[in-house]
C-alpha cells in the first residue's frame, strides 16, 4: 500500500527555487507588464526565460523528447500553483496558456512536418498561438453546435465560420481552429482540428472582446480574447492535425491535464489572497479590536484554509489518478475539481476583499484584478453546470431504483426484515423478560 503526501525533496528543492524565483523576479514585473507592451515583456522575459531552461524547467508539460520534462501531472500541479501566484509566471516557463496546451495537441497529434514547422518554435518562444473554438452564435458549453465548416476542395480545404474568445487570437502566429468537416457524422466526430497561419487570405481579427478582466477596448495585448471571422480561408490539405473527425477527442484530451493545471494556478491565486486577507486582519483595527479578533474574520480565515486544502487535495488527486490510470479514469475528479476550485477561488478573493475595505475594492490592491479574473474561471473550459452534470451524471450511473420503490434505508421495512432474521433472538429475549 502507498499513500504519500510527501514531495521528493530534490523536486522540494526545485519549488523552492520556482517560488523564490517568482517572488524575486517576476512579482516585480507584473506591476508594468501592460505598460511595456507585447515586444517589452518578450524582452523583460527573454533572460528569466534562459533562466529556467538553464534550471531544466522549461515547458515542463512536455515529453523529454519535445524539449520538455515529462514530470506527470503531481509534479506539474505543485509547479503550478507556484506560477498561478502571478499570470505572467508562466510565460516565464514556457507553459501559459493557451500556447502549453496547444503544444499538447501539436505533439499529441502533429505530423513531423508540422512538429517541425509550429511545435519546435512555439516551445523556443518564437511564435504565439491560439485556440479558436467557441462560436458567438452557438453554445461553446456544447460545441457539438458547432457551425464553423472545412469543406475539401481538391488538395485544400476551405474554411468559413465565426469565432470568439479566441483567447491571443489577435497575437497569435497561428490559430487552432474546430470545424465541422462531416455534419452528418456522429456528434463527437463532426469536427476536425486546422492550423491556420493568422496571415491567410479571409482571416480577419475583428477585435479583442472588452471583458470584466479587460473592460477597457484594446487591441494585440497578452491576454486578449478575439473575435475572428474566417471567411473562404483556404488552407493546404497539411494543415489537418490529427485525423479527420478526431477534433473532440483532441480537444478533450488536451482539456483533461489543463484543468489540473488551472485548479492549481487557482490556489496559487487564492493563497496570494489569503495571504493579503490574513496579514491586513493583523493590523487594521475597527470598533476596538484587531479584524484579527473579530469572529467573522476569523470564520473566513479558517474557511478559507478548509476550503483551499480540500481544493489542493482534490486538485492533487485528480491529478495522481490521470497519473495512475489514464485521462479517461479522472473524469470525475477532474469535472469536481474544474467547479469546485472555481468557487474556492472566488469566495477566498471575495472575503480577501472584503476585509480590506475600500482599499480592496481599490485598484491600489490586485484583489479587485483578482476578483474579475476569478469570475472567468466558472465558465472557460466549460461551464460549472456542465462539470455539475457530467459528475452528477457518473455518479447516478452506479445508482438504481429499490425494489417496488421502497427506499433501500427505509426503516420499517428494515426492522421487519432484522426480525425475521433474529427471531430466534428475539425469542429468548422476551421469553427472559
Ligand atoms: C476568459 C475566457 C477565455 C476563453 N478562452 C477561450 C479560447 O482560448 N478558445 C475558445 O475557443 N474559447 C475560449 N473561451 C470560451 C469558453 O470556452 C466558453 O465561453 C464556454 O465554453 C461556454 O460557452 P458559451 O460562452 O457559449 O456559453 P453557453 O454554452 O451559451 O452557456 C451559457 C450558460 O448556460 C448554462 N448551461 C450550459 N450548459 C448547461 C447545462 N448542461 N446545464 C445547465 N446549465 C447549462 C451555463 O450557466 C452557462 O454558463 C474563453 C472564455 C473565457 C471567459
Given at each position: 500500500m502507498s499513500w504519500s503526501f510527501s514531495t521528493d525533496p530534490e523536486f522540494q528543492e526545485q519549488l523552492d527555487w520556482m517560488a523564490e524565483f517568482v517572488r524575486g523576479e517576476i512579482l516585480p514585473l507584473e506591476t508594468i507588464w501592460r505598460e511595456l507592451g507585447p515586444n517589452g515583456l518578450r524582452e523583460a522575459m527573454a533572460p528569466l526565460q534562459r533562466e529556467v531552461k538553464s534550471r531544466g524547467l522549461w515547458a515542463a508539460h512536455l515529453p523529454p523528447h519535445l524539449g520538455g520534462q515529462g514530470m506527470g501531472q503531481i509534479r506539474l500541479g505543485l509547479m503550478h500553483e507556484i506560477l498561478g501566484t502571478s499570470p505572467i509566471a508562466p510565460l516565464a516557463f514556457g507553459n501559459a496558456a493557451p500556447d502549453s496546451g496547444n503544444s499538447e495537441i501539436l505533439a499529441m497529434a502533429g505530423t513531423p512536418e508540422q512538429a517541425e514547422r509550429w511545435l519546435h518554435p512555439l516551445l523556443a518562444g518564437d511564435l504565439r498561438s491560439a485556440f479558436s473554438m467557441t462560436e458567438p452564435d452557438t453554445a461553446g458549453s456544447d460545441p457539438t453546435q458547432l457551425r464553423t465548416r472545412a469543406v475539401r476542395d481538391g488538395e485544400d480545404w476551405i474554411i468559413d465560420g465565426h469565432k470568439w474568445f479566441s483567447s491571443n487570437g489577435s497575437i497569435a502566429d497561428f490559430l487552432i481552429v474546430m470545424a465541422v468537416t462531416d455534419p452528418d457524422a456522429?456528434?463527437?466526430?463532426?469536427?476536425?482540428?486546422?492550423?491556420?497561419?493568422?496571415?491567410?487570405?479571409?482571416?480577419?481579427?475583428?477585435?479583442?472582446?472588452?471583458?470584466?478582466?479587460?473592460?477597457?477596448?484594446?487591441?494585440?495585448?497578452?491576454?486578449?480574447?478575439?473575435?475572428?471571422?474566417?471567411?473562404?480561408?483556404?488552407?493546404?490539405?497539411?494543415?489537418?492535425?490529427?485525423?479527420?473527425?478526431?477534433?473532440?477527442v483532441l480537444a478533450q484530451q488536451r482539456l483533461g491535464p489543463g484543468r489540473i493545471h488551472h485548479c492549481m494556478r487557482w490556489l496559487g491565486v487564492a493563497r496570494r489572497a489569503f495571504d493579503m486577507m490574513c496579514e491586513r486582519a493583523t493590523y487594521r483595527s475597527a470598533h476596538g479590536s484587531l479584524l484579527a479578533e473579530k469572529q467573522t474574520v476569523q470564520n473566513w480565515i479558517a474557511d478559507s484554509a478548509a476550503e483551499m486544502q480540500a481544493a489542493r487535495l482534490m486538485t492533487l488527486h485528480a491529478a495522481w489518478v490521470m497519473d495512475t490510470q489514464g485521462a479517461r479514469a479522472a473524469i470525475v475528479d477532474v469535472a469536481l475539481i474544474k467547479f469546485y476550485g472555481a468557487r474556492v477561488l472566488h469566495d477566498v478573493i471575495d472575503r480577501a476583499l472584503q476585509v480590506h475595505g475600500s482599499l480592496g475594492y481599490s485598484s491600489d490592491l490586485p484583489l479587485e484584478q483578482m476578483y474579475r479574473f476569478a469570475r472567468a474561471a466558472r465558465i472557460y473550459d466549460g461551464p460549472d453546470e456542465v462539470h455539475r452534470q457530467t459528475v452528477a451524471r457518473r455518479i447516478l450511473q452506479g445508482y438504481g431504483p429499490p425494489a417496488d420503490e421502497v427506499p433501500t434505508e427505509h426503516l420499517p421495512t428494515r426492522r421487519e426484515e432484522a426480525r425475521e432474521r433474529f427471531v430466534d433472538l428475539l425469542d429468548v429475549l422476551s421469553a427472559n423478560d
Open positions: 456522429r456528434p463527437s466526430q463532426r469536427a476536425s482540428m486546422f492550423i491556420v497561419p493568422r496571415d491567410t487570405p479571409g482571416v480577419e481579427i475583428v477585435r479583442d472582446v472588452p471583458t470584466m478582466e479587460h473592460p477597457w477596448e484594446q487591441f494585440g495585448a497578452y491576454g486578449g480574447h478575439a473575435e475572428i471571422l474566417y471567411e473562404g480561408v483556404r488552407v493546404p490539405a497539411d494543415s489537418l492535425l490529427g485525423k479527420e473527425g478526431e477534433g473532440f
